[in-house]
């Protein structure tokens, strides 16, 4: 069972997960995290800011999830644009070691597996954010992809670009396809941290931990890894049948454990 940690806000769970990363770079420095864009791990790498006294993370190799097809990587709202702007840069990490799927339209029928051997050569990814979108997907994996599936093309649903359609000028302008690691490229990586906050996110939340084990619902996949911690706010748990033993299973856990 992946482990449900249910906190009393964002900056509680950014605190968690960001004092667990800190830990991992200080016992290996060149660890490789896999990074999630949209607004879900921004409490983490803020607050992995606050605790960079002592942890070096310029050798740090990072991977993101997801990126636009036939976006400018310049386009603010590129997933490498924002994964520089709000990772890389205030947390000091190498760019040159962080890499984005490639979203040039050429040769894109290449770009995903060249991806996942690119993360199998730098050993795998240590530990994976995850947010999840409303209708259950994690990175841009819509309902129905597979959960063997490798980084690869993907055309986003109507309900992901009218969600996203915030970061652009209209929903027009929002891409019609993406390249995103697989299901199973994310099932790979050693650790999962997936967040989620807010009352939007309780059916996703519910579905993908307590729900059957089903494409339709991308996050399930994560009731396939033996190392999945989920991370969430009391609106994102409330619809959780099986809270109150979740709390307790947190509460009585052995401090060695971690998370
Ligand atoms: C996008 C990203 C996902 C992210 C999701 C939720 O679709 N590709 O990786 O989990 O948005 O975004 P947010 O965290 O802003 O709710």
Redesign the pocket.
């Known amino acids: 069972m992946a482990e449900i940690v249910i906190v009393k806000d964002k900056a509680a769970a950014g605190a968690l997960v960001a004092d667990h990363i800190a830990e991992l770079v200080r016992s290996n420095p060149e660890t490789v995290l896999g990074l ?6 921004l409490p983490v790498y803020e607050a992995l800011r606050s605790r960079l006294e002592g942890v070096d993370l310029s050798r740090v190799r990072g991977f993101a ?2 990126e636009y097809v036939g976006i400018d990587p310049a386009h603010p709202e590129s997933y490498r644009s924002v994964i520089t702007r709000e990772v890389v840069e205030p947390l000091g990490l190498n760019p040159e070691l962080i890499r984005t799927p490639d979203g040039t339209p050429e040769g894109i029928e290449h770009h995903g597996e060249e991806y996942d051997e690119a993360i199998r050569d730098a050993g795998g990814i240590d530990l994976q954010i ?4 409303t209708d259950g ?4 994996n819509e309902p129905g992809s597979s959960f063997s599936s490798i980084t690869r093309v993907k055309t986003l649903t109507e309900q ?1 670009r009218r ?2 359609a915030r970061f652009f000028d209209s929903i027009d302008d929002v891409p019609m396809h993406c390249i ?1 690691q697989g299901l199973g490229t994310i099932l790979r990586a050693r650790h999962i941290v997936l967040l989620a906050f807010g009352e939007g996110k309780a059916a996703a939340v519910a579905g993908a931990v307590e729900g059957p084990l089903s494409a339709s619902l991308p996050g399930s996949a994560i009731q396939l890894h033996p190392h999945a911690t989920i991370v969430v706010d009391e609106a994102a748990a409330s619809q959780l049948t099986r809270s109150d033993y979740y709390r307790y299973a947190y509460d009585n856990k052995p401090e060695w454990q971690g998370i």
């Open positions: 999630a864009t949209g607004s879900t791990p999830l997801d995850l947010g999840i979108g997907h994690i990175g841009f992901t969600d996203n995103t």
